[in-house]
């Protein structure tokens, strides 16, 4: 099979990685076709229906096919996101029992598709302590991974917006998760909404400064090897997640500019969960972030959603209400 070289090794970015998270919808094949139709050279999927605990299984030949087109089209490193439902941090024994099952089936399946990543949530304690909570996780998660072949997988913690009982809202906490994990091959996922809406205020450079001083000095810039590049559509601190479009959203088109050019997070892969709500978006948020890249660190990016050709409530939800979060 010819060789394609991709866009982004040719424009002085090799170094940088830079993607969407792509639909299965069709085929694990489509979904890596769709990532290098719009030029990126790293891409996130779901491994089956994120809202079902049913999963459907990939068949050999769609992995060897997504494994063929990964290799042409360049595309590393490849995330997944595990199911929404899972909770391994929940009190409840029958909940946390089926979580873990389904988490053993991500791990499998991420595995045997040959994923870098598996990103999932930590879950939510729910009437109980966040130290039950974490417990619980770790102890699920380790029941989960026991006797897989995890390959080069490795499993991501993503930080969350706080909200209520879910675990993941500090620094501080994804430390002690991590702790607890110790000795498995576990590292973060950071997201830029989840941060701004856990109170990081990464509109600012003092803000986007402290978010990186205090991520050093627990998690460890070492261990985040993806950043969820996401704006807010709810403010500073809300603990309600929401996703926004590049610029559109509270953290803003400076604020992005100097969370792709830091130099403690411009080498991690960035891969964008923005909302698609209008055809075209997945390809104009990727326009925006790539605009504001530069090998300098200071780029005078352009915006790309000038003019909305869809009525301003279908950018802003129902009925002018926060947008929800949109599921490929």
Same mark, same amino acid.
């Given at each position: 099979?010819? #060789?394609? @070289?991709?866009?982004?090794?040719?424009?002085?970015?090799?170094?940088?990685?830079?993607?969407?998270?792509?639909?299965?919808?069709?085929?694990?094949?489509?979904?890596?076709?769709? !990532?290098?139709?719009?030029?990126?050279?790293?891409?996130?999927?779901?491994?089956?229906?994120?809202?079902?605990?049913?999963?459907?299984? &990939?068949?050999? =030949?769609?992995?060897?096919?997504?494994?063929?087109?990964?290799?042409?089209?360049?595309?590393?490193?490849?995330?997944?996101?595990?199911?929404?439902?899972?909770?391994?941090?929940?009190?409840?024994?029958?909940?946390?029992? +089926?979580?873990?099952?389904?988490?053993?089936?991500?791990?499998?399946?991420?595995?045997?598709?040959?994923?870098?990543?598996?990103?999932?949530?930590?879950?939510?304690?729910?009437?109980?302590? $966040?130290?039950?909570?974490? %417990?619980?996780? $770790?102890?699920?998660?380790?029941?989960?991974?026991?006797?897989?072949?995890? /390959?080069?997988?490795?499993?991501?913690?993503? *930080?969350?917006?706080?909200?209520?009982?879910?675990?993941?809202?500090?620094?501080?906490?994804?430390?002690?998760?991590? $702790?607890?994990?110790?000795?498995?091959?576990?590292?973060?996922?950071?997201?830029?909404?989840?941060?701004?809406?856990?109170?990081?205020?990464?509109?600012? &450079?003092?803000?986007? #400064?402290?978010?990186?001083?205090?991520? #050093?000095?627990?998690?460890?810039?070492? %261990?985040?090897?993806?950043?969820?590049?996401?704006?807010? =559509?709810?403010?500073?601190?809300?603990?309600?997640? =929401?996703?926004?479009?590049?610029?559109?959203?509270?953290?803003?088109?400076?604020?992005? %500019?100097?969370?792709? *050019?830091?130099?403690?997070?411009?080498?991690?892969?960035?891969?964008?969960?923005?909302?698609? #709500?209008?055809?075209?978006?997945?390809? +104009?948020?990727?326009?925006?972030? =790539?605009?504001?890249?530069?090998?300098?660190?200071?780029?005078? !990016?352009?915006?790309?959603?000038?003019?909305?050709?869809? &009525?301003?409530? !279908?950018? %802003?939800?129902?009925?002018?209400? &926060? /947008?929800? @979060?949109?599921?490929?």
């Amino acid at each position: 099979m010819d #060789e394609v @070289k991709n866009e982004n090794e040719s424009d002085g970015f090799s170094g940088w990685r830079a993607g969407i998270h792509t639909s299965i919808a069709g085929s694990l094949e489509q979904a890596a076709e769709k !990532a290098h139709l719009l030029g990126c050279n790293t891409f996130q999927i779901f491994s089956s229906s994120p809202r079902t605990w049913k999963a459907r299984e &990939p068949t050999a =030949r769609e992995i060897a096919a997504l494994g063929d087109l990964r290799q042409r089209y360049h595309l590393f490193p490849l995330a997944v996101h595990a199911n929404y439902l899972i909770n391994m941090a929940s009190p409840d024994k029958v909940l946390r029992k +089926r979580s873990l099952e389904a988490f053993r089936g991500e791990v499998r399946r991420a595995a045997a598709i040959g994923a870098e990543y598996l990103i999932f949530h930590p879950g939510s304690s729910r009437n109980a302590s $966040a130290e039950e909570g974490m %417990r619980h996780m $770790a102890a699920s998660l380790r029941e989960a991974v026991r006797d897989e072949r995890l /390959g080069a997988l490795s499993i991501l913690l993503e *930080n969350t917006c706080g909200q209520g009982s879910t675990l993941g809202g500090s620094f501080s906490q994804l430390q002690d998760m991590l $702790a607890l994990l110790d000795g498995l091959p576990v590292g973060c996922c950071l997201d830029t909404a989840h941060c701004f809406q856990a109170g990081m205020d990464l509109s600012s &450079p003092e803000g986007l #400064e402290s978010m990186v001083g205090s991520l #050093e000095q627990t998690v460890g810039l070492d %261990r985040v090897h993806v950043v969820h590049t996401n704006d807010s =559509r709810t403010p500073l601190g809300s603990r309600h997640d =929401r996703h926004e479009h590049i610029g559109q959203g509270g953290i803003g088109l400076d604020g992005f %500019r100097r969370i792709v *050019n830091h130099p403690a997070l411009r080498e991690k892969a960035f891969i964008l969960e923005t909302p698609l #709500e209008a055809p075209g978006d997945d390809a +104009r948020n990727l326009e925006v972030i =790539r605009s504001l890249r530069s090998r300098n660190g200071s780029s005078g !990016a352009q915006q790309a959603f000038p003019e909305r050709s869809v &009525p301003a409530r !279908a950018w %802003r939800g129902r009925a002018g209400t &926060p /947008g929800r @979060k949109v599921n490929r």
